[in-house]
């Protein structure tokens, strides 16, 4: 019986260590599919309506013709 007990032990702790990895190999995922599209966007010749939608939340222009932009970028840190 203890035997049977130390194996069950040991499974959980290596499902345990699967599911740790499974979680950082997604992360690791979404990290190189937005590396891949910033690199793809960073080599450029013109601007493209694409690029804008992508990165672009908005744009203000004030009656001074001040000019702000809110950039996406802050929704990437939480994954």
């Given amino acids: 019986?203890?035997?049977?007990?130390?194996?069950?032990?040991?499974?959980?702790?290596?499902?345990?260590?699967?599911k740790k990895l499974m979680a950082e190999n997604h992360s690791t995922s979404k990290i190189s599919a937005i590396k891949k599209?910033?690199?793809?966007?960073?080599?450029?010749?013109?601007?493209t309506t694409e690029m804008l939608l992508r990165f672009v939340d908005k744009i203000e222009v004030n009656e001074n013709k001040d000019i702000?932009?809110?950039y996406r970028f802050a929704q990437i840190e939480g994954l």
């Avoid at 910033?38 to 013109?46: E, G, I, Q, R």
């Fill in 1 to 18: 019986m203890i035997i049977i007990q130390e194996k069950l032990h040991q499974l959980e702790i290596e499902k345990a260590d699967i």
């Fill in 68 to 70: 702000k932009i809110y």
């Fill in 37 to 47: 599209q910033l690199d793809k966007f960073f080599h450029f010749d013109t601007l």
